[in-house]
Nanobody
């Protein structure tokens, strides 16, 4: 199992970023995918969930209405579109396959003016 996140960076409050997680080594279309985030000194927080077919999603209350999770099973990739970013969204973002207990290496998102 190999998961590679990309798309993080520095953005001003109110800005947008789109994270990607490219997956390989397993049948991507068969698995639920999650996005988590972690701030130093705190536990990882579940941000968003998407079902294997993409028809069901769920979000942490802190990001509802601002973040959108999606997937392209033909490209073995899951995305996290993040809009109206706030300084509290600053964290390392990880994709995770709960059925395989596998994590990517993470991508840093920093929201600051």
């Amino acid at each position: 199992v190999h998961l590679v996140e990309s798309g993080g960076g520095l953005v001003q409050p109110g800005g947008s970023l789109r994270l990607s997680c490219a997956a390989s080594g397993f049948t991507f279309s068969s698995y639920v995918m999650n996005w988590y985030r972690q701030v130093p000194g705190k536990e990882r927080e579940l941000v968003a969930f998407i079902s294997s077919g993409g028809g069901s999603t769920n979000y942490a209350d802190s990001v509802k209405g601002r973040f959108t999770i999606s997937r392209d099973n033909a490209k073995n990739t899951v995305y996290l579109q993040m809009n109206n970013l706030k300084p509290d969204d600053t964290a390392v973002y990880y994709c995770y396959v709960p059925g395989l207990a596998s994590w990517g290496q993470g991508t840093q998102v920093t929201v600051s003016s």
